[in-house]
């Protein structure tokens, strides 16, 4: 059974409207996102267009909005700038946008990528080899750039 069954049939461009915007109630979608669940939902490409079209018009799907959110977010959880990229890109955002939203931003990516790995490894610098193996491949998950992790590591000198 179609996901979307209770709906009337006969107004498909009223229940995708409304199903889009019950799921931008909860969080802000970019675009893709939003084609993605509509499309789960078995909602035919053409109004799903047509409905994103009108919430664009409307000022209710902005993709800079959601981006500065995205950002924002994945900030507070101590994500770096190299994997907030490569979300937003999965997303359907373009590279000029996520450059655009990354450099609005405002943030430390060093002392971030500090505080990451202080919160997760306590405050004394790695002592070996295989610590710093350790540090350095936990933050190179969490998205942090090499002088980034440098940074962190408290190793700027002996890195290369």
């Not at 209770?6 to 939003?34: I, N, V, Y």
């Not at 992790?149 to 890195?159: S, T, V």
Request: net charge neutral; glycine share 6%.
């Amino acid at each position: 059974m179609p996901a979307n069954r209770d709906l009337d049939p006969s107004k498909p461009l009223l229940a995708c409207r409304r199903r889009a915007m019950d799921l931008l109630a909860h969080r802000d979608h970019s675009r893709l996102e939003l084609t993605r669940k509509l499309t789960a939902r078995e909602f035919e490409p053409d109004v799903i267009a047509d409905v994103l079209d009108a919430l664009e018009s409307d000022g209710l799907l902005q993709d800079q909005r959601f981006v500065e959110c995205f950002i924002s977010g994945r900030i507070r959880k101590g994500q770096g700038p190299v994997r907030i990229r490569a979300e937003l890109s999965q997303r359907g955002i373009g590279d000029g946008d996520i450059v655009e939203g990354l450099t609005a931003i405002t943030v430390d990516w060093r002392a971030l990528a500090v505080e990451v790995r202080v919160k997760r490894f306590g405050e004394t610098p790695p002592a070996d080899f295989k610590a710093r193996a350790r540090q350095a491949n936990f933050l190179q998950y969490r998205g942090f750039e090499p002088d980034q992790i440098r940074a962190a590591l408290d190793m700027a000198g002996d890195w290369d």
